[in-house]
């Protein structure tokens, strides 16, 4: 069974950085993607950034440049390095992965970004 633990979300200042990491469990096959989402106050859950097995990665055109996904396939962990942090970044950030056509979401980690 697929299990996903975020952490790493908490407060921080406007411009400032933030690294969220994501250990995945439950699997003993490669995930065919994994990255991360985010719903913000008010709004729908959207893609913030992906990356496949082969290294294909897509991401959200307001964090281009700022965000990126990496993982690490021998310790099942995915991480969102977040840079220049601006306040509508505000948001409960979600770790992601597809395996075997079917999706597979964690409880969320929130991070603030205060002016």
């Known amino acids: 069974q697929v299990q996903l633990v975020e952490s790493g979300g908490r407060w921080v200042q406007a411009g400032g950085s933030l690294r969220l990491s994501c250990a995945a469990s439950?699997?003993?096959?490669?995930?065919?993607?994994m990255g991360w989402y985010r719903q913000a106050p008010g709004k729908q859950r959207e893609l913030v950034g992906i990356r496949t097995y082969g290294g294909i990665t897509t991401y959200a055109d307001s964090v281009k440049g700022r965000f990126a996904v990496s993982r690490d396939d021998t310790r099942d962990m995915v991480y969102l390095e977040m840079n220049s942090l601006k306040p509508e970044d505000t948001a409960v950030y979600y770790c992601y992965v597809h395996l075997r056509r079917n999706d597979y979401w964690g409880q969320g980690t929130p991070v603030t970004v205060s002016s």
């Open positions: 439950g699997s003993n096959f490669a995930f065919d993607a």
